[in-house]
């Protein structure tokens, strides 16, 4: 079946340095991407999405690439901040049949001052 | 819209007593799933619906856990009877199927401690 592989965490960073987190699909078609965060005692929520080959979503200074050839969708941020931390999902939506909803396991980001 | 609500936020129960978690999806949204979040499993996909059918059940950890759709809006998640092992902050997300870039959305979750 399909499924999201992401980087291990903790990811620990300094405020202003550069972020990416790694995110691998597997999908017998042409799924929808999409990275949610989740800020402690929260929810999940939308980051960005991208719905085709070559699409970038980008917000609050994030961003990812689907990239259908090395079926990838990695997160980028150029100068992180310690607002910042949270735990980022990687996930991918099928575009066929019922059209579920797969999680990767998760990547918790810790930016400190 | 007010987003994807869950009752209780908290809920802290005796062991072998029945629980029910309650979820009101965004209207107009017919699919709906519930996750359970552990630190040592992450966050696990327990059940997903679609017109109020269930699709997917296999996340469904034992015959304790029970889901039902009555209708469009609303869902309940059951555990009887409840174990410490049941601990986790349960989610409840919706979205609209037939539309595939479509993000799902979630609610705030209910922490469920079981003593």
């Known amino acids: 079946g399909d499924s999201v592989t992401q980087m291990e965490g903790p990811v620990t960073l300094s405020e202003e340095a550069f972020l990416t987190i790694n995110c691998t699909y597997t999908a017998t078609g042409y799924p929808s991407l999409f990275w949610y965060v989740q800020y402690p005692g929260e929810g999940l929520q939308l980051l960005l999405k991208a719905t085709k080959a070559d699409d970038k979503g980008s917000n609050k200074g994030f961003e990812a690439t689907y990239r259908k050839e090395t079926t990838s969708f990695h997160l980028e941020k150029g100068s992180v901040q310690v607002s910042d931390s949270a735990v980022y999902f990687c996930a991918l939506r099928e575009n066929t049949g019922f059209q579920k909803l797969v999680f990767g396991t998760g990547t918790r980001l810790l930016v400190s001052p | 819209d007010a987003g994807v609500i869950q009752s209780p936020r908290h809920e802290v129960t005796e062991m072998g007593q029945e629980v029910t978690l309650r979820c009101k999806p965004i209207?107009?949204?017919?699919?709906l799933f519930w996750y359970r979040q552990t630190m040592m499993r992450g966050l696990e996909l327990l059940i997903y619906f679609n017109n109020n059918v269930p699709i997917d059940d296999s996340g469904m950890p034992e015959d304790r856990f029970s889901a039902k759709m009555p209708n469009a809006s609303f869902s309940t998640l059951k555990i009887q009877p409840s174990e410490p092992r049941d601990s986790a902050v349960y989610f409840c997300?919706?979205?609209?199927?037939?539309?595939?870039?479509?993000?799902?959305?979630f609610g705030q979750g209910t922490r469920l401690t079981v003593v």
């Open positions: 997300a919706s979205t609209r199927s037939g539309i595939a870039n479509t993000e799902a959305f």
């Open positions: 209207s107009g949204h017919n699919s």
